[in-house]
């Protein structure tokens, strides 16, 4: 292939396991960092399984590629995928997302097979506490193929210094570029919102319910200051893990907590009304290599709560929530904190968190630094711009 100095010529395509929308935060950070690369004519495309019973798409646009086939549970290999990757020409680059998959691994052997730069990106499928989950199996393939993929690819893409931090005491010593995930910034009306008839301050969780996000430390918190929220909600958005689920479910009736919603999975017009409709936004996960749901509420101009198991002390710098240790009373203390401030601050660190997404975390921000790495990559040349590769 003919290197060249115009990313209009780049073509690339993505690789990820499921564009569903139920398939959380990889999905979903996938397609915004995609559109924005296509608009600013970086020719891309994603391929990926088709959607799960009961899932749709995340999007009908004709650049998300979609394959059937049966998928082994977890790893999920598949002969109509290898075929249908490996037909695929004319990419100067392949960017995997996620580990542990055989979409991703087969996207590194064609790499090599064929001599195309790839990118990984593990979206914190790599820190010490998911490598708990599955240990055996993850050992397996961590020495079969995980190691290798990692290490022989072009480079590496971590959301935060704290995941690179990861992949290095894993012994990889390939390139990692140091990129935040994309935020879409929605066009909202703010000033005509139904929400305002309902004066009702609330907190909420948004996200999948797993017990690696740590929601029952929110409802421990909210029947501690149970006698001073009598008139305030907390909202739980999301859904996930059926037992975790019926556990919080059970945890919130045993205390007989009378002010906590559980709204099921949202998406949508639906999705974008209930976040803005929160005082604040309340994440308790024992660890998060981004954080997808605390970018999504600033972008709301929504206040956030967040425990130290997120990358996110840009809450402090910036005057636009709480980065706090993640205990029960950690967030009993924050809660109560935030429910005590006058509206005029709320709102005013709600614009503060909308700036710093605009700033530092829009999508046109993060495209642009894409953009940026592909060159190079493609090239073999880095610019002294790129001050986020290590």
């Not at 708990?132 to 990692?150: E, G, N, S």
């Not at 479910?249 to 999975?265: D, I």
């Amino acid at each position: 292939m003919d290197l060249f100095t115009d990313f209009k010529k780049m073509k690339v395509l993505h690789i990820v396991s499921g564009m569903g929308i139920k398939e959380g935060g990889v999905a979903t950070c996938t397609y915004e960092l995609v559109a924005g690369l296509r608009k600013s004519k970086t020719e891309t495309e994603i391929l990926s399984y088709e959607p799960a019973k009961g899932d749709r798409l995340i999007s009908e646009e004709d650049y998300i590629l979609s394959v059937k086939g049966k998928k082994l549970k977890f790893y999920l290999y598949s002969k109509q995928f290898k075929k249908k990757i490996d037909s695929l020409n004319d990419y100067h680059l392949y960017h995997a997302n996620g580990v542990w998959q055989y979409p991703s691994h087969i996207a590194a052997v064609i790499a090599r097979k064929k001599k195309i730069p790839l990118v990984i990106s593990p979206h914190g499928m790599l820190y010490p506490q998911d490598l708990q989950k599955r240990k055996f199996f993850k050992k397996i393939l961590w020495r079969w193929f995980l190691k290798k993929d990692l290490n022989n690819a072009t480079c590496i893409h971590a959301t935060c210094m704290e995941e690179m931090n990861h992949l290095r005491s894993l012994g990889i010593s390939a390139p990692i570029a140091v990129i935040p995930n994309p935020i879409g910034i929605i066009d909202y009306n703010f000033n005509n919102l139904q929400y305002q008839l309902n004066k009702k301050r609330s907190i909420g969780y948004l996200g999948r319910l797993d017990p690696r996000k740590n929601v029952e430390c929110l409802i421990y918190a909210w029947y501690n200051l149970k006698d001073q929220m009598q008139n305030e909600e907390l909202v739980i958005i999301g859904s996930g893990d059926i037992k975790y689920e019926n556990f919080l479910k059970n945890e919130v009736q045993r205390l007989q907590l009378t002010n906590v919603l559980f709204t099921g999975f949202l998406s949508g017009r639906e999705k974008y009304d209930r976040i803005a409709s929160l005082s604040y936004l309340a994440v308790p996960s024992h660890f998060e290599n981004f954080g997808m749901n605390i970018a999504e509420a600033l972008s709301f101009k929504v206040p956030v709560l967040a425990s130290k198991g997120t990358p996110w002390e840009d809450l402090i710098t910036n005057n636009c929530g709480w980065w706090i240790e993640n205990d029960i009373q950690s967030f009993t203390t924050a809660i109560h904190e935030a429910m005590r401030l006058s509206e005029s601050k709320r709102l005013e660190m709600g614009e503060n968190g909308y700036n710093l997404i605009k700033n530092k975390y829009a999508t046109d921000k993060v495209v642009y630094k894409m953009n940026l790495l592909y060159k190079s990559i493609v090239k073999g040349e880095f610019s002294s711009e790129m001050n986020f590769v290590y």
